[in-house]
């Protein structure tokens, strides 16, 4: 988040399941990182996706929580997890990886939710309005 109160969001690339929706920055934990702090494994996660010149601090603490179902190319049904940890932009040049076609910051709104995410992000966007 900025000092705008407006989210950093990642667009997803055109020819995946979330094509041309947003995500939230962040990944999933590689299994070198079980039982690793997960300040450090955001950290790593928001270099990939952001850039190294990107400069944010992050509370460690889930503020919102989801999940969704996929299947992959081979068929196997695989369940995710989203945690969503708050963290504010202080500086720096974003420069996101090939995962996402562009990002924008952006004001999340129950009005727009459903305009923005699907799936999994959804999920957890819609959880950040029942606190």
Partial sequence: MNNKGKFL????RLDGSLAGTFDFP????????IGMPFDIILRR???EELGPGVH???KPSPIAIGRHKYTDRLGTA????????PGTYKNGA???????????WKKITKSNLKKLFIKGALDVAQNLFKH
């Fill in 9 to 12: 969001l990642l667009r997803n």
């Fill in 26 to 33: 962040g990944g999933r934990i590689a299994e070198k990182e």
């Fill in 45 to 47: 996660e928001l270099i």
């Fill in 56 to 58: 944010l601090s992050i």
């Fill in 78 to 85: 695989n369940h995710v997890v989203w945690l969503l940890f």
């Fill in 94 to 104: 974003i420069k996101i990886s090939s995962e996402h076609i562009s990002y924008q």
